[in-house]
Nanobody
């Protein structure tokens, strides 16, 4: 069992930056690929970024490439999402997720555990 707790969301102006954190419980964090998803009002939850077990591999959805960076610290059981040059359309609830598999999974069904989400609001 893995429990995930996100933090770092908030209100920011367009062009600004935020860093989200996701703290995981348990001593097997390094066995999980980690991902970030987001869900805007009235829309389905969508993939944002993923990172492999060691952090060597990352993958991003096209709309955030060059602006967002996913990273992880296995010693701290934490995954991060650095978000720069934020746009109004990045407004959503952001969810952290853990997948007991390798690689950089991008599909919701590939993830085994989810956090409760943190709200990111970008004002235009």
């Amino acid at each position: 069992q893995v429990q995930l707790v996100e933090s770092g969301g908030g209100l920011v102006q367009a062009g600004g930056s935020l860093r989200l954190s996701c703290a995981a419980s348990g001593r097997t964090f390094g066995n999980y690929a980690m991902g970030w998803f987001r869900q805007a009002p009235g829309k389905e939850r969508e993939f944002v970024a993923a990172i492999s077990l060691s952090g060597a591999l990352t993958y991003y959805t096209d709309s955030v490439k060059g602006r967002f960076t996913i990273s992880r610290d296995n010693a701290k059981n934490t995954v991060y999402l650095q978000m720069n040059s934020l746009k109004f359309e990045d407004t959503a609830v952001y969810y952290c997720a853990a997948a007991l598999r390798g690689g950089t999974p991008t599909r919701r069904y590939e993830y085994d555990y989810w956090g409760q989400g943190t709200q990111v609001t970008v004002s235009s």
